[in-house]
């Protein structure tokens, strides 16, 4: 699975493997420190009809990020950025919940969460593509409206509802895999054809190595960079109304709150630089489980949670490490191998050299 | 030094215009009535609702004239409220803080034009404790205290304890584990086995206490949950469910606050026993100020609310009661 995902040319996929050997590492590294502490981390049974297990609640609780960081590395590979997740996640959360208690059916309430969703990717697409505002300005205008905004929807209070079906959406399951899991599964899939079996992933690098030079190509920039934010939106609705199922009601002041943070860190553990170009977006959803499968450990290892944020740092800093150029050329490297460093290097280096004939 | 002046006086003018807007605005205490102007800090969650309604009905039940003032969650607003308010010459002023500190000038001129204030639901940071007349605050230690010796009474002093804490760091946080500790300390089969931060969320709630019932054997080990705000064990009782287990009889429930929701679980039999922080903080400050106006009697500098326990017995009634005010 990881080949296909990790995109480069044929030539270059074994050292593509290789790069991503960081993150598998780190992942398995957490995996093992989690087990250290709590030799129970990787029983599995059956509860109810639903896999239980702590390393089933990684998948599950780190659903919502991975989401986002699927959004989110779209979007970075076009050189941009997307604060607004957290926010579009409440304001979906607050639709999903104010209309499912106000009697709407499930298929009316997930089409308008969902289109909530894509509108505000819209909004933010339109400000960065046509109005050429920065995109962490540009987001950064919703981020603070549209907690404001699902605020005013829910009328300030946590929106519980009852319906069976919806709830099914955050704690349900598929076949005993838990429906979050699932989701996630499906949006990856999706997402991974859209843009690696068309030439949509090329352009988005192009985009995020030169939108100036790209757009002298023939690539329609404008509408690259709408529909990534738009995407971005889609996955963050998708993560609000999961978020939502999953307690049963919409807390839109914490809902979200803090996520796009995780989302960029998940996309950057991945190693998708924020220079925008190459993106890995399997290597994303594996920096979310990273995320999580620390947040998990750190939960049942019984440490005082004063310690949380400061166990949480160095972890990532460590992960951070093992990616940094400087510190990969001072390791010994396999025979063969060119160097570790090749994450820095645009990926597509065609696009850069064009760039002095499309110059008028 | 031209323009800070350009500064102070364009302030002192727009402060002068709607202190005179406002003034004009309201037919000042024509009827005796007793006026009293309110600065809220905003509507940040249901109980902050709740406490603006009850301060309302309070009003309306005692013939006082209230006068709201939303902050916005802002310092800043709440100065200029309490300006205003001076400028109007009410009889009171009620003061729900957003921060502990930066009262005591804006204070000193309420003092100066001999307005009495009250400051609702949370305390501040002063050296001159004559800035105000009296404090209406719940004891957060006390909470802790009550929710504990209740656990201790219902499990004959034997329980293994996981924790929900609130934010790391916030006071409700620190002072509701330090009241429940008391209890531990004093109780000798009693003890917390786990303990973490849901930072006062449903979501968060869920989340530690799904890793809390992996981490003890399935749950079979935990006795009892206690979640330092009712948000939380919402979230807890679901993870309890979740896990195979009934909450409120395989692990206990019980926390603090009282919002509806809880009430709602307590008639379904999934929580035990919640202890209320109760929104009605303007009713005791009211009574205050009207002991004080007649008599002259100061009252004492801090007014505890009451931390009464509520269990599934009245649970129904109590929701019923509720889901309106918040």
Known sequence: ?360 | MSRNWLTSATTTAATAMTALLIGLGSAQAADGKLVVGFSQIGSESGWRAAETKTAKAEAQKRGIDLKISDAQQKQENQIKAVRSFVAQGVDAIFIAPVVATGWDAVLKEAKEAKIPVVLLDRQIDTKDQSLYMTAVTSDTVHEGRVAGEWLAKQTGGKCAVVELQGTVGSSPAINRKKGFDEVVAKTPGMTIIRTQSGDFTRAKGKEVMESFIKAEDGGKRICAVYAHNDDMAVGAIQAIKEAGLKPGKDILVVSIDGVPDIFKAMAEGEANATVELTPNMAGPAYDALVAFKKDGKAPPKWIKTESALFTPDTAKAEYERRKDAY
């Open chain 1, 1 to 360: 699975m990881t080949l296909p995902l990790s995109g480069p040319p044929p030539g270059l996929r074994r050292t593509g493997l290789l790069r991503s050997l960081p993150q598998y590492g780190a992942l398995a590294a957490v995996l093992l420190a989690n087990w250290l502490l709590f030799p129970d981390f990787f029983s599995i049974r059956l509860q109810d009809g639903r896999l239980f297990g702590s390393l089933i609640d990684v998948l599950n609780r780190g659903a919502p990020v991975a989401l986002l960081a699927i959004g989110m590395t779209m979007v970075i590979a076009t050189r941009g950025i997307d604060l607004s997740v957290g926010a579009v996640m409440a304001i979906a959360g607050a639709v999903a919940a104010t209309m499912t208690q106000a009697g709407w059916g499930l298929p009316a309430v997930l089409a308008a969460s969902l289109g909530a969703g894509l509108l505000c990717g819209l909004w933010n697409g339109l400000l960065v593509a046509l109005l050429r505002i920065q995109p962490i300005i540009a987001t950064l205008i919703l981020m603070v409206a549209g907690r404001g905004v699902a605020q005013l929807i829910t009328e300030g209070q946590i929106v519980t509802f009852v319906s069976p079906g919806l709830a099914a959406i955050g704690s349900g399951s598929f076949l005993t895999v838990p429906m979050p899991v699932v989701i996630t599964a499906a949006l990856l899939a999706v997402t991974a054809l859209l843009v690696r079996a068309t030439a949509l992933g090329l352009m988005i690098e192009a985009v995020g190595v030169n939108r100036l030079s790209s757009a002298g190509a023939g690539v329609n920039t404008p509408v690259v960079l709408v529909a990534v934010y738009v995407w971005c939106g889609l996955c963050a609705a998708v993560a609000g109304v999961i978020v939502t199922a999953d307690i049963r009601g919409a807390d839109v002041n914490n809902a979200g709150l803090w996520l796009e943070l995780d989302a960029i860190l998940a996309v950057v553990i991945g190693g998708t630089s924020l220079l925008g170009g190459r993106f890995g977006l399997l290597l994303s959803v594996v920096g979310a489980a990273i995320i999580q499968a620390m947040n998990t450990g750190i939960l049942l290892s019984g440490f005082k949670p004063e310690f949380n944020l400061i166990v949480k740092a160095a972890v990532l800093l460590a992960v951070l490490l093992l990616q940094s150029p400087v510190l990969t050329l001072l390791l010994p490297r396999p025979k063969g191998a060119r160097p570790v460093s090749a994450p820095l290097k645009p990926a597509i280096q065609p696009a850069k050299r064009e760039s002095g004939s499309v110059k008028p």
